[in-house]
């Protein structure tokens, strides 16, 4: 299989089910912005050194793929049909438990902190802030036009990078700069 395969030439791509629309549609720009976080938790990933955060790191990428396909495949033609395109309250479950162990290691926060830190936990900041633009064009698409499931996945995932971030930084030895 070649990676090019000359179909958007023109400005148009496939959705899952194969209707051809334009690379400028909200839903391209929506599952676009996934993509561009699961990229930023990539390089997180490249430069985590530690297991604990790094399997968590793998994990949300599989999830992000997931959230990916479900925004793809508008008509649930496609994805319904995969058991790994799901996302669930398990997983926003999962994305709680997480923040509530990474936090129990935490000093609590009590003013605004300025993003930064070290490689892992400025990076982790940036993907934050990638993870609530890609929640913003997801909820532009309106209410009918995605799973709510998806959109708490979101929401909860910026606040488990905001916690990530902490405690990367925190277990790297690095305070936070308050605002």
Known sequence: ???????????????FGGERVSKAEARVAAYGDVDELNAWLGL???????????????????????????LADPAHRVAERIAKAAIGAGDIARLEAWIDQLEKGLPPLRRFIL????????????????CRRAERTVVALGP?????EILVYLNRLSDLLFVMARAANHRAGLGETEW
């Open 1 to 15: 299989m070649k990676i090019y395969t000359r179909t958007g030439d023109t400005g148009e791509t496939s959705l």
């Open 44 to 70: 997180v990933r490249a430069s985590a050194h530690e297991g604990e955060l790094s399997g968590m790191l793998e994990q949300l990428q599989r999830d992000l793929f997931a959230v990916g396909a479900r």
């Open 115 to 130: 993003a930064g830190g070290g490689a892992s936990g400025a990076s982790l900041h940036v993907a934050r802030t990638v």
């Open 144 to 148: 009918e036009s995605v799973e709510p």
